[in-house]
């Protein structure tokens, strides 16, 4: 016995010294002054650092069907080039489905910037100008003539100039191999592009030089005509000017793309979301703050309720917790905001497979067994109970991760690694400190605990029908609420338009916001106040997020408010967000009844399934009657939600079979109703400890996190209910009583 113990020590040892050394330091450290003196091991959601999340469509209608074939991996090349000169460090630039393109830019601030230098198609082309002046003529009378086009050239002072140029390119920037930034030595130092052709460019453009001397030649960039130079003799050296009314940066931008390479067809970013630095680090000091408090909570709660076991088991909790971050740095996996409510759910849902193996350990000791009898006994008969719950939360996980984008996947990545960290902790380190305490103190006869019900007997079954009507009632009225607010149930992830958060030094006038919305054509835009007043959140359909900060600059002081995140979501993009999340619920569902299905009978499943439509119902209601909004993170919450109930229901599930095999002789309901009352002091302790790290989240979280958690609080009461007066009478009524007895 001792030399398997003396080996799972070292295992467990190990593991934990691997955790510690693989996640330290988890975050960034800095020196007082604010400079970074050790980088973190854990890699930061844009939502935690602030950056850009772009999703841009590569428009391939002009295309041929030849062409359009590689375009979208052509155009992530040259994005990839772009992004890298740009000096992104450790961007995310990858194809999604067959003409998206994922795009996440840590760090960066500057997004308009960054958009255009995405966004611009970069197409480089030198045409020969048309001096006849009846031409112009008739071409800015509307006059189609073959083999040219008009086109309009901005000069310094701002007007503009039509010109005529022939249609077909004497040199285009395919045969460009450099372009560079230089300085006039007129001007005042006037930035502009210095261009540089391979051997055969510069001899086409030596040709058209020494064979077209006097006449002009229009340099067009992305079919706008940047300028328009007279030759004036032959220029053999392949070098060429792109100028014009330029900023030194706008210079520099021009020449990126155009040594970046052109784009094979024009990109349209069809959702941003972008997040300041400054809501990032308010992010992680919220979401630490919140473990941190959540954390202590269950700490303290297990030690006072379990004494020895509890901090045995706080000691499997803190284990938990540094292999989650070690394994988050090994794998490279990203931390976003959801995750860290996946890891404070974690926290709360691992405490479950500690309370029943201790619970367990409780009633076997009831029974007249020695301790180390009851302690065999008791994380035997848990063993199967806690592997069917935490597989059904892991089936949710990973359908999470499949169907969810960004942060959402951030919060199934730390939840999967969570469940299988728990099961291990749980299992295997609890049991090993146990049976080390107790092999080393043979005169130690118990484990003392507190205990909130004494052998409860409360007639559970019997009140069923008022339950199922109170439900009904409660789902009657919350539909009919979300039925009412029709699309105000959705966010922008889900109905497309924008949302821009901004924070203020001062409170901030609503009527002033107002008003420049309604200049702007979105008067009837939703604006949210919050955060003493000095915070607002504007809502609205249209794409003007310009328009909204431009107005906003122009009304208030300059540095008197900066920009917390903005996002931008098509509505095309809303309705496959949509989809996706109506298939993740349903085939968690169908995963989940599959699974019941076979660990235990079809019509567990179904009332199983039946509890977990009645959680969604009541949660969705109360998302109608409290004004809020379905986002993604709402969406993971639910999804949450349905691996958490169905937790619950397992437990008892799980209890009223064994009690069939030893109550043979006892009815449909007094096995059901005792097998309720034998795990109401797990449900409830259960249910505890996780709103302790939900309320902490809810309360602590800030607000972009706050509906996340609300749902969670809503889904872990209204589960816990649904356990004991829905899932298991069920399995009275349902489907007769007469296939139920038998």
Not at 140 to 165: H, I
Not at 375 to 387: E, M, Q, S, V
Not at 532 to 543: C, D, P, T, V
Request: aromatic share 8%.
């Amino acid at each position: 016995m001792w030399k398997k113990l003396k080996w799972q020590s070292v295992l467990v040892v190990l593991i934990a010294a691997l955790a510690i050394w693989l996640s330290y330091p988890p975050l960034d450290i800095h020196d007082n002054e604010g400079n970074l003196t050790k980088e973190g091991t854990i890699n930061l959601g844009l939502d935690l650092q602030g950056g850009m999340h772009l999703i841009l469509e590569v428009d391939t209608s002009k295309l041929s069907s030849e062409e359009a074939k590689d375009a979208p991996e052509r155009a992530l090349e040259v994005i990839r080039n772009r992004i890298d000169q740009f000096g992104v460090m450790e961007p995310v630039i990858q194809l999604q489905g067959k003409n998206r393109l994922l795009i996440q830019l840590p760090g960066v601030s500057d997004r308009e910037r960054a958009k255009e230098i995405i966004e611009r198609t970069a197409h480089l082309e030198f045409k020969l100008v048309s001096e006849d002046p009846e031409l112009l003529k008739k071409a800015v009378a509307g006059e189609v003539l073959e083999g040219y086009e008009l086109k309009n050239m901005k000069s310094r002072d701002g007007k503009t100039e039509p010109l005529v140029v022939e249609s077909a390119s004497v040199l285009t920037g395919d045969m460009l191999v450099n372009a560079t930034t230089e300085f006039s030595q007129q001007g005042f130092g006037q930035p502009y592009v210095s261009l540089e052709f391979n051997a055969k460019g510069a001899d086409i453009f030596a040709l058209v030089t020494s064979s077209n001397i006097g006449k002009r030649l229009a340099v067009v960039l992305d079919d706008e005509i940047s300028t328009a130079p007279v030759i004036r003799e032959r220029i053999p050296s392949g070098r060429a000017q792109i100028t014009g009314n330029f900023s030194l940066q706008e210079a520099k931008d021009i020449a990126l793309v155009l040594r970046a390479g052109a784009l094979p067809a024009p990109v349209v970013i069809i959702e941003e979301r972008s997040v300041g630095p400054a809501l990032g680090k308010d992010s992680v000091r919220k979401g630490i703050n919140a473990i941190v408090i959540g954390g202590i909570c269950v700490l303290a709660f297990m030690a006072m309720y379990y004494l020895l076991a509890g901090v045995i088991a706080d000691f499997a909790l803190v284990l938990n917790i540094l292999i989650i971050t070690g394994a988050l740095a090994y794998f490279g996996g990203t931390l976003t905001l959801p995750g860290i409510a996946g890891l404070l759910l974690t926290i709360g849902m691992a405490v479950d497979a500690n309370v029943l193996i201790f619970e367990r350990i409780r009633e076997e000791s009831r029974l007249g067994k020695s301790l180390r009898a009851a302690i065999h006994a008791g994380y035997d008969k848990a063993f199967w109970t806690i592997l069917d719950a935490n597989v059904t939360t892991l089936i949710t996980a990973l359908i999470l991760f499949q169907f969810g984008t960004g942060p959402i996947r951030g919060f199934a990545t730390t939840l999967s690694i969570g469940i299988l960290a728990s099961m291990f902790t749980a299992l295997v380190v609890t049991r090993l400190i146990l049976d080390i305490i107790t092999l080393t103190n043979p005169k130690m006869k118990s484990l003392p605990m507190m205990m909130f019900f004494s052998q409860p007997n409360i007639p559970f079954v019997k009140i069923r029908k008022i339950a199922y009507g109170v439900s009904i009632i409660v789902i009657i009225v919350g539909m009919f609420l979300f039925v009412q607010r029709n699309e105000k149930n959705y966010g922008i992830d889900f109905t497309g338009g924008t949302l821009q958060q901004f924070k203020f030094t001062e409170v901030v006038p609503i009527q002033k916001v107002r008003k420049i919305l309604s200049d702007i054509g979105l008067g009837e835009s939703a604006i949210q106040q919050f955060g003493q007043g000095k915070e607002i959140i504007i809502r609205s359909l249209s794409g003007k997020t310009d328009e909204i900060t431009s107005g906003l600059n122009k009304e208030f002081s300059e540095g008197s408010f900066e920009i917390m995140r903005i996002e931008e979501v098509g509505p095309t993009v809303g309705m496959d967000l949509r989809r996706a999340a109506i298939k993740a619920l349903i085939f968690a569902m169908i995963g989940i009844c599959i699974y019941i299905s076979i660990r235990f009978e079809f019509r567990f499943a179904v009332t199983a399934i039946i509890a977990l439509l009645h959680d969604i119902l009541v949660s969705l209601g109360m998302i109608a009657l409290t004004g809020r909004e379905i986002s993604l993170p709402v969406i993971a919450a639910l999804l949450t939600i349905v691996g958490y109930s169905i937790n619950d229901t397992i437990v008892l599930f799980d209890r009223i079979r064994e009690d069939r095999k030893f109550m043979r002789k006892s009815s449909p309901e007094e096995i059901i109703n005792t097998s309720i009352n034998q795990t109401l002091s797990r449900t409830v302790l259960t249910s505890l400890t996780t709103l302790f790290v939900v309320i902490a989240l809810f309360i602590f979280g800030g607000k972009v996190i706050n509906d996340f958690a609300f749902v969670l609080l809503v889904g872990i009461v209204v589960g816990t209910y649904s356990s004991i007066f829905i899932a298991s009478p069920l399995l009275i009524d349902w489907p007769g009583r007469k296939v139920a007895k038998r």
